[in-house]
Each structure stands twice: as structure tokens, then as C-alpha cells.
């Protein structure tokens, strides 16, 4: 049965960060996620919309924001967990663009792929070692991890990141901060440039520092 409390605590935080359109739009992927659910059998969490969680349509945001300068040279995001696709397919970019996602979930990566009609975004089976194969001493623009780092040990995170920045030069990178504080993970290296919070999860971006 619909909870109507929690229906209409999620229409006060979308509507007020984002208005009623978004609501209704969400309602409609909503629906659609329900579906490909029932025909994929992914994990649950999949079917909530972006346009339910303020969080991720920040950090839309934040990633369109960061490429609007870069109209003159091809760029490189990489998206570490896409999960469906659903926060990288919704970026509006232009064809100097190359989005690169990863998924250690076969399932979620073969809907991905089903959904999308891009041709410059890429879905790849695999994690941090997939990413490592790929891009060593190559550059990204812009690195977004979202949905999983809260679930790993900060020692863990230290480590992966650790071993990610010493081989590949990563301009930003955007991460929901939860129970972790970033700015101690990666160190002096990065700055954070941007923190927004939402309820008990925050967006946050880190700049590269100029040696
Ligand atoms: C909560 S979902 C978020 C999906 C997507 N980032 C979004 O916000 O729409 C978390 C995703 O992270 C993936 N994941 C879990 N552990 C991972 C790891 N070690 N490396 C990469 N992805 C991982 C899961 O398979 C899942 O698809």
C-alpha cells in the first residue's frame, strides 16, 4: 500500500527544491522504473527516480556546471556506480563530451545499455580496477562516485583513491558525502570547491589543486 505520509514528505522536499513540474516528471520515471523492474528484476533501489532525490538532481547540476567552460576540447567523465544510467544520461552535454560508466552489476549494466541511445556514453561491467585498466596515466575530467562509498570503511576509500589519483589526473570529482568527511580522504591534493546539503546526505565538489 502507498504511504501517504511518505508521498508527501517526498513532494515537500522535491517541490521546494525543485517545483511541481519535476514532481510530476518523476512520477512518470517512476512508473517507467517500476516497469523495468518487473522485466529486469534489478535491485529496488533503481526504480526511484532522479527527480525524487534533490541530491542527485544537484548533482546534475554541478556536472553541467563544470562542463559549460569546456566547450572547446573533448573531455572525459567517468560515472563509478552508475547503477541504470539514470544520473549520466540526464546531463545535457555537447559532442566534445565522452561519458564512461561502470557497474560492477552485470543486471543493472545491461538495462543501461538498453536504455540508452547516446553514443558518448559507454557502459562498462566493472569497478575501480576496470577504471584503473582504462585510464592509467590518461585524464579525467570529471570523477562521480554516488550511491556506494558510504557502505565502504573510510581506511578502504583512502586506499582506492589513494591508488586511483597516483595514476590518473582527475580534474574534479563529485561525491555524496554521508558519513564520510572527503576532504580528509583525498587529502591535500583537492580543495572542495562546493557542499550542499540535503537532509543527512551532502554534494560535494573537489577541485585538483595547482601544484
Ligand atoms: C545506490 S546505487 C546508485 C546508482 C547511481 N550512482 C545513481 O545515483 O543513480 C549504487 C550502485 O553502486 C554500485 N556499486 C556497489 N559497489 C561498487 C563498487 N565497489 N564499485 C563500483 N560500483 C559499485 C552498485 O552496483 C549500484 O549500482
Known sequence: ????????????????????????????????????????????????????????????????????????????????????????????????????????????????????KSGNITFKVGSFDKLLNDYRKKEIHIFYAIGFLHLMKSKMIKKIFFRILSEINISYIIIDERNHDFRDILGKKYSRVKHKKFNDIAVSVFKKNKN
Open 1 to 116: 500500500m502507498v504511504n501517504i505520509k511518505s508521498v508527501k514528505d517526498r513532494y515537500n522536499e522535491v517541490t521546494s527544491y525543485s517545483g511541481l513540474w519535476t514532481f510530476i516528471k518523476g512520477s512518470g520515471r517512476y512508473i517507467y522504473n517500476c516497469y523495468l523492474y518487473k522485466k529486469y528484476g534489478f535491485h529496488p533501489w533503481h526504480i526511484q527516480p532522479i527527480e525524487y532525490a534533490p541530491y542527485r538532481l544537484e548533482i546534475i547540476k554541478q556536472i553541467e556546471n563544470l562542463i559549460r567552460h569546456e566547450k572547446n576540447k573533448d573531455i572525459t567523465l567517468v560515472d563509478m556506480g552508475s547503477g541504470i544510467g539514470d544520473l549520466s544520461r540526464n546531463v545535457r552535454f555537447g559532442k566534445n563530451v565522452h561519458i564512461s560508466c561502470y557497474d560492477p552489476d552485470k543486471k543493472v549494466i545491461h538495462v543501461a545499455k538498453q536504455l540508452t
